[in-house]
């Protein structure tokens, strides 16, 4: 199982990225994106599950929009008016069960998000 994120970059306060993430070897029922800025704990970002119920931090509601497409097995984060603070490695994540209930995840490597003030 592979997840291969990309679209981080650098890019001015108010400005958009969107970032992907393509999964290989298996679909997974729920998938997202945390973020882990320096000297901080990883948080969550926002989520998504196969059916297309999301989920969202407080810091990014009505800026930033997740969503999948489940053909290609790949999630999207269109991040709008960025500021400063969303500075950080994104990191996909993919979750799921096994048959017997037991869940199991994989991260992405990360993409940097570096917003310029």
């Known amino acids: 199982v592979q997840l291969q994120a990309s679209g981080g970059g650098l890019v001015q306060a108010g400005g958009s990225l969107r970032l992907s993430c393509a999964a290989s070897?298996?679909?997974?029922?729920?998938m997202g994106w945390y973020r882990q800025a320096p000297g901080k704990q990883r948080d969550l970002v926002a989520t998504i599950t196969s059916g297309g119920v999301t989920t969202y931090a407080d810091s990014v509601k009505a800026r930033f929009t997740i969503s999948r497409d489940n053909a290609k097995n790949t999630v999207y984060l269109q991040m709008n008016s960025l500021k400063p603070e969303d500075t950080a490695v994104y990191y996909c994540?993919?979750?799921?069960?096994?048959?017997?209930?037991?869940?199991?995840?994989?991260w992405g490597q990360g993409t940097l998000v570096t917003v310029s003030s």
């Open positions: 994540n993919a979750q799921s069960k096994t048959l017997l209930g037991r869940p199991y995840e994989y």
């Open positions: 070897g298996r679909v997974f029922s729920l």
